[in-house]
Structures are given as structure tokens and as C-alpha cells.
């Protein structure tokens, strides 16, 4: 199963993204991140539980004061950093729960 939380706050919110994404787990999820608004569209990701997002975010003390955040569990394979949401390109984040199905499509796209 997977959550997703979005947050838009005055003080920068990526520690309350990551305890919102905590309270959302219950089935084993391995991953979880956020981005957040600002300069250069910090994304932080890490594999484990939120309770460890929590942690990295605490000691990099980002100031983003709106983002997204997502937690998952690896459905197809094995969990990979690499695959954790969200993830970003150009200066936009995503976030997703479920397949894309044009994936393919849109990979071609990105190259041009």
C-alpha cells in the first residue's frame, strides 16, 4: 500500500510531511520522501520507514514551506533508492500510486 500527503504551511514543513507520511503506514512500506518548494526543488528520499525520513530531515533542516510526500511498499522487485518517490525532473515532482502505463511514451519523449 502506499500514502501520499501534500502540505502548504508559513514555516517549512518537511519534518510534518514526514510524520503525516508516518501515520499513513501500515502495511510494510520500505520507502518514503518528499520534495519540497524552493529553490532548486529539494527531493529527499531514503529507504526504510518515515521514522527514518523524519531523521535525515531533522539533521538537514530543509525550509520548503510547501511539498509532497509518499511512502510505498516495492510491489514489483526489490526495494531500490532509485525507485522511491518522489521523483523529479526540470523542476517538477511527482507523485504516484499505481502504473503508468505510457511510461514507455514518455521516456521516449525526455530523450528529444
Same mark, same amino acid.
Given at each position: 500500500?502506499?500514502?501520499i500527503v501534500g502540505m502548504l504551511n508559513g514555516?517549512?514543513?518537511?519534518?510534518?510531511?514526514a510524520a503525516a507520511l508516518g501515520r499513513l503506514e501500515y502495511r510494510g512500506e520500505d520507502s518514503a520522501g518528499v520534495a519540497l518548494a524552493g529553490p532548486g526543488l529539494p527531493v529527499h528520499r531514503i529507504l526504510g520507514r518515515a521514522t527514518y525520513l523524519t531523521e535525515v $530531515?531533522?539533521? #538537514?533542516?530543509p525550509q520548503?514551506?510547501?511539498?509532497?510526500?509518499?511512502?510505498?511498499?516495492?510491489?514489483?522487485?526489490?526495494p531500490e $533508492?532509485?525507485? #522511491?518517490h518522489p521523483h523529479s525532473h526540470g523542476g517538477v515532482a511527482v507523485v504516484h500510486n499505481g502504473i503508468?502505463?505510457?511510461?514507455d511514451v514518455l521516456r521516449r519523449q525526455r530523450r528529444r
Open positions: 500500500m502506499c500514502g514555516h517549512p514543513v518537511a519534518v510534518d510531511l $530531515l531533522e539533521a #538537514a533542516q520548503g514551506h510547501a511539498g509532497i510526500g509518499h511512502t510505498c511498499r516495492a510491489l514489483h522487485g526489490r $533508492l532509485r525507485n #522511491a503508468i502505463e505510457n511510461y
